[in-house]
């Protein structure tokens, strides 16, 4: 699933362009917002149907090289390892990957130049010699090479990252994350997962976990920021000496009064959860001097509104 860490982000993204005038509905922006994480399991579907192409190519080169006038003892009789991937089997066979990779209609028939330097890469590696002449045969090693193969061939690919982007505003954001949660699908993944398993669902945790949970957290999240914002604007300002709020930056902003719906709207989510969450975001999302303008600005928030009971925590905080 998504951690929550990357629905704050895709929260602030939404208020970003909230902020800067785009959908006024809320309604409809929260509908966008929802979206957009709609769209990032499309990602990453594609970046698993990218690998599944990429091995694709390499079967069909592999049958075309014997075809070829005077082709090498190699060529003749080559190593089918790849192809026979334990790990890479149970992804090809599992009927949630195909039917999500269906529903996207993902096709790469018109992307075949940027396949064959993907391949063009793994094939001249050491990496993949390496495996085809280990002289082993585990699915440990099988799952660790898939890993290897999608991290250093496909996830690091400058053109796929490049198409990625041009299909989706907001996969400029979204694709090194993507790519970090296929990898720990492939990690996790064990000899027993089937073909009827399920690869990963983006909106709930475990079994026992409301399937609304995380979808309520975004929403309210998303809400209340919106329809708190002049309140939040009347805690922040006396806290920002020598600043006017106008002066300061949006995302910077938008990072404060998220943090402080948190606080003040979310009892069982630990303070230090929050703020450590917010202070990670503005590494990414701010400069060095925003991330500790916030980092201040929040520890005062949190100091001042926890003395007049304003933020009141309660359970045994385990929300992340």
């Excluded at 090693?141 to 041009?166: G, V, W």
């Excluded at 948190?262 to 400069?287: C, H």
Aim: hydrophobic content about 40%; charged content about 30%; proline content about 2%.
């Amino acid at each position: 699933m998504l951690g929550r860490r990357q629905y704050r982000i895709k929260v602030l993204q939404s208020l970003y362009a909230y902020s800067q005038g785009g959908e006024s509905r809320l309604e409809i922006a929260e509908k966008n917002l929802l979206n957009s994480i709609d769209k990032f399991s499309e990602l990453y579907y594609l970046l698993f149907s990218f690998l599944f192409e990429v091995v694709h190519f390499y079967a069909y080169r592999m049958e075309e090289s014997k075809t070829k006038f005077f082709p090498t003892a190699e060529e003749l009789n080559p190593s089918h390892k790849l192809l026979e991937n334990q790990v890479l089997i149970q992804l090809q066979q599992n009927h949630n990957l195909t039917e999500n990779i269906l529903k996207w209609k993902l096709s790469w028939t018109e992307e075949q130049d940027m396949v064959r330097k993907v391949y063009q890469k793994l094939k001249a590696s050491k990496d993949l010699a390496e495996y085809l002449n280990s002289g082993k045969n585990s699915y440990r090693e099988d799952q660790e090479f898939l890993e290897k193969m999608f991290r250093k061939f496909i996830a690091k690919s400058t053109d796929l990252q490049s198409y990625c982007e041009e299909r989706n505003i907001f996969w400029y954001d979204d694709y090194d994350i993507a790519a970090v949660f296929v990898l720990k699908t492939l990690k996790l993944l064990t000899e027993s997962f089937n073909e009827s398993d399920i690869l990963i669902n983006f909106f709930v945790k475990d079994r026992d976990d409301d399937p609304n949970e995380d979808q309520k957290f975004i929403c309210e999240l998303f809400r209340k920021t919106i329809i708190h914002s002049d309140e939040l604007d009347q805690l922040i300002e006396p806290r920002t000496r020598n600043w006017e709020l106008e002066r300061i930056a949006l995302t910077d902003i938008i990072l404060i009064k998220m943090a402080l719906v948190e606080l003040m709207y979310f009892p069982q989510i630990p303070i230090k959860v929050t703020l450590n969450e917010y202070i990670e975001i503005s590494k990414q999302f701010s400069s060095y001097k925003s991330k500790l303008f916030i980092n201040g600005i929040l520890d005062k928030l949190v100091t001042d509104l926890t003395a007049e009971k304003i933020i009141n925590k309660t359970g045994r905080g385990l929300m992340t």
